[in-house]
């Protein structure tokens, strides 16, 4: 089973993929940030996000037990929540 969470933040395309027993992986415009192989309840994704600001610090958290949801922050500030 398979779950994506997908946004822009200043243009540019953020993916975080889900999978049973295959892990989570975090996608900035198509490119492989990060990755966590296996079975997990919460994970933490790390990345780099480029904008006309400069580089900033990505951060994607995904977990749950019944239902998968995920957060992802910018420079530590909250820049998408799948619960919103």
């Known amino acids: 089973m398979k779950k994506s969470f997908e946004f822009t933040h200043e243009g540019r395309y953020i993916v975080i993929e889900n999978r ?14 990060d990755e966590n192989l296996g079975l997990s309840f ?30 992802v922050f910018v420079d530590h500030q909250l820049a998408y929540s799948s619960k919103a």
Do not use: M, P, R
């Open 20 to 33: 049973w027993f295959e892990g989570e992986k975090l996608f900035v415009d198509g490119q492989l940030q």
């Open 42 to 71: 919460g994970g933490e994704l790390n990345g780099k996000l480029k904008t006309s600001e400069g580089i900033k610090d990505l951060k994607a958290t995904v977990g749950g037990f019944f239902t998968i949801e995920c957060k």
